[in-house]
């Protein structure tokens, strides 16, 4: 990153930052409407939306002059270093910085990791009302980045869900396929018994090669549609996840409990497991007020582990926790401090557990009682 610029946990907020892919994407009109609002609040021509990396900025969109031309880009980096808004009107040798006004865009879970920023002779001396305006934008792009991959990740999910589906109904055709072939081989079998036995093959056959170039078409465009499973501890997933989402929480006096017994391994995808513990995790910090806490416990039995993860938020109704997992179900209860919801997060999770042929529901008292969401998970 720029000299001297370097933000307290670097390291996630550039995982997080690549996490939206985001970086070197193509000029967007959305986009560009919420620069020409930035630039509307101050009067100004020159204003833009960038995002910081470890060595460069990179403008997504801008209104008027480039940023990366006015000799204003490692100034306005740090933006990212402050959770107000960042005011520069001179410097102290009074050089040819252009005054220059940038809010930081912040994850949900804490991580500056860009900003929207006006500069010119217009922007000097700006009101309170004009940064809380801006503000206000900088919200406006993290919501849009949010529901932007939450909708890249379901879709993906389903691919992936329905393609292991697919995988899994090849293998019972294969074996209809051999059978009937066998059958038809038989000796001493009548012609209408063989010629049956014959059209069941050929039926066979043909779907198990439709079935072949569906997941040939999905390879290709994917590289992989099944999880890539391996051996890996479930408890430090949780752990990462609850630890990713500790800003989140710090900022409603939330108190995450991690009490999970370490060396809880499985086989599974870690990057669709760690996504499934972190939108649950979220969900749980997002629906629960101040000075609440949540807890996480886990039972084994047999070859399932069950990890509970317990909130003292707003509750659901029977209403609700029958449309949990459904994409943009409309649930009575909301968000505590009105964060943005798209009604994404817990279908993914429904999907992740299901390719983990694994089992998800939740359970909960009522309104304002907290809720408890059960993941259970194969060890093998």
């Not at 779907?207 to 479930?234: H, Q, T």
Request: charged share 25%; aromatic share 6%.
């Amino acid at each position: 990153m720029f000299k001297n610029i370097i933000p307290a946990n670097e390291d996630l907020r550039l995982r997080k930052l690549i996490y939206y892919e985001i970086l070197d994407s193509s000029a967007e009109q959305s986009f560009d409407r919420i620069s020409t609002l930035a630039a509307d609040i101050f009067d100004a021509k020159n204003a833009g939306i960038c995002f910081v990396t470890d060595e460069d900025i990179f403008v997504k969109s801008e209104v008027g002059d480039s940023i990366t031309t006015q000799r204003n880009d490692r100034l306005i980096a740090q933006a990212i270093l402050q959770d107000e808004v960042l005011v520069i009107e001179h410097t102290p040798t009074d050089q040819i910085v252009i005054p220059l006004v940038a809010a930081p865009i912040k994850s949900p879970d804490g991580f500056n990791i860009g900003a929207i920023y006006a500069f010119g002779a217009d922007v000097k001396n700006p009101t309170e009302k004009q940064k809380k305006m801006l503000m206000q934008l900088a919200e406006l792009v993290i919501d849009k980045l949010e529901t932007r991959i939450a909708i890249r990740k379901t879709l993906t999910a389903q691919d992936d869900r329905l393609h292991v589906l697919i995988h899994d109904l090849k293998n019972p055709m294969t074996t209809i396929s051999l059978q009937s072939e066998l059958v038809s081989r038989m000796p001493n079998i009548d012609d209408k018994a063989g010629l049956i036995a014959s059209k069941i093959n050929q039926q066979a056959k043909r779907m198990v090669d439709n079935l072949n170039e569906i997941l040939s078409s999905a390879k290709k465009v994917s590289g992989s549609f099944k999880p890539k499973k391996e051996k890996v501890d479930l408890s430090y997933i949780v752990k990462l996840a609850s630890q990713n989402l500790a800003s989140f929480a710090k900022k409603k006096n939330q108190t995450i409990n991690f009490e999970i017994e370490s060396g809880l391994e499985i086989f599974g995808d870690t990057e669709k497991l760690t996504d499934l513990f972190y939108h649950v995790i979220h969900n749980a910090v997002k629906f629960s007020g101040p000075e609440t806490e949540i807890s996480f416990s886990q039972q084994t039995e047999d070859n399932l582990i069950t990890i509970a993860v317990k909130d003292q938020g707003v509750g659901l109704t029977p209403e609700d926790l029958e449309l949990l997992f459904i994409k943009f179900a409309r649930l009575s209860a909301q968000p505590t401090q009105n964060e943005n919801s798209n009604g994404l997060g817990l279908t993914l999770v429904k999907m992740f557990v299901d390719m983990h042929k694994g089992k998800l529901w939740a359970e909960s008292g009522g309104k304002n009682k907290g809720t408890t969401v059960y993941i259970q998970l194969p060890i093998k």
